[in-house]
């Protein structure tokens, strides 16, 4: 088994080449998705979370609202840095879990850990591979207010709150470049499947 990990900054594409992966056939561990669900009402840490932001980050029906919760921690890293605490080591350890349970059923499988703060976790350490999907920082800040409907302050504002993309591409083995067009990056990310499962990369 091959794991491979995959990450990029807000707004890079990230989630559109991990889409890309799946549907070609690579076996996806979704962190964000692990991590939504770590959250959940009445789970360990969502009790947490509540305990240390209070019920203003919660939505009516009591689950975490994560714009709530993400307007806080993109002006404070202090309160980010909590937020990870909280977060990291439970979604590290399902994220595992998951691993062995491929290695388990698809010994031969291309599995890809796409997490978008697999560099800043130290969660790259280990792997052979590691895909940054880039878009320069001008382009993160224009997709970001339209995806958004955002100001370019408040998306400038998330954008400084990650590593910078130049830097998470110095970290990079693999770089899908995402600034042209989609059709550009498709090519770019199956031409790498391909790479992948023939043990060519």
Do not use: W
């Amino acid at each position: 088994m091959q794991v491979i990990g995959l990450t990029g900054g807000i707004a890079t594409g990230k989630s559109t080449v991990s889409a890309m992966l799946k549907r070609a056939g690579a076996l996806v561990i979704d962190a964000d998705r692990i991590a939504r669900a770590v959250v959940k009402k009445g789970l360990p840490a969502y009790r947490e979370i509540v305990d240390h932001f209070g019920l203003g980050v919660l939505l009516p029906d009591g689950e975490i609202n994560r714009d709530a919760l993400g307007d806080i921690i993109f002006n404070d890293p202090q309160k980010k840095q909590l937020l990870n605490r909280i977060v990291h080591p439970r979604v590290k350890k399902e994220v595992n879990r998951q691993l062995k349970l491929i290695e388990t059923t698809h010994s031969k499988a291309v599995a890809i850990l796409d997490i978008p703060l697999l560099i800043e976790a130290g969660m790259h350490n280990d792997l052979s591979e590691i895909i940054v999907v880039y878009a320069p920082q001008h382009m993160q800040i224009k997709r970001l207010m339209q995806r958004d409907r955002i100001s370019e302050a408040d998306a400038l504002a998330r954008v400084r709150s990650q590593m910078p993309i130049e830097e998470k591409k110095q970290q990079a083995t693999i770089v899908i470049d995402n600034s042209g067009t989609i059709e550009n990056t498709r090519r770019q990310t199956l031409d790498l499947f391909k790479r992948l499962n023939e043990g060519a990369v």
